[in-house]
């Protein structure tokens, strides 16, 4: 009766470490696509360093997209495609531009130049194979 119990417990221990092992495991993929918006990239990371959703126009703005792994059961996308609109006119879009899909690509960056775009709101969408994919608003101001 008492090594039933000690099994018991050890078995216990050891699913609960393994468990905590899995869920809790950050290997640093990238879970959804994302759009960033902010002044300046860490150069290991990739990623805007604080990033911002109001920026000053008059600064040069970089805007770096993160893109989810295709590996596994999802289909491989084709392409992506970025589109900037203001947010009053959505149909009116500034600026689009389409990114092949190699199998190394990760990730895209683009500057915004001082004083392109007038203050307001904006919004930036990301789209996979033509099927929206994340939307990030931000103003200028």
Do not use: C
């Not at 495991?25 to 109001?54: A, F, L, M, V």
């Amino acid at each position: 009766m008492l090594k039933k119990k000690r099994f018991l417990v050890l078995f216990i221990v050891l699913i609960s470490i393994v468990f905590f092992f899995f869920m809790l495991k950050d290997d640093g993929e990238i879970k959804r696509d994302n759009i960033e918006i902010g002044y300046k990239t860490n150069d290991e990371s990739q990623q805007i360093i604080n990033p911002q959703n109001k920026v000053n126009r008059n600064k040069e703005v970089i805007v770096p997209t993160h893109f989810k792994d295709n590996l596994g059961k999802e289909k491989q996308n084709k392409n992506f495609a970025l589109k900037l609109a203001n947010i009053k006119d959505k149909s009116n879009v500034l600026m689009e531009e389409t990114i092949p899909n190699d199998e190394g690509t990760l990730s895209y960056e683009f500057k915004i130049s001082p004083g392109k775009l007038p203050a307001g709101k904006y919004q930036i969408s990301l789209y996979r194979d033509n099927n929206l994919s994340v939307e990030k608003v931000f103003t200028f101001k």
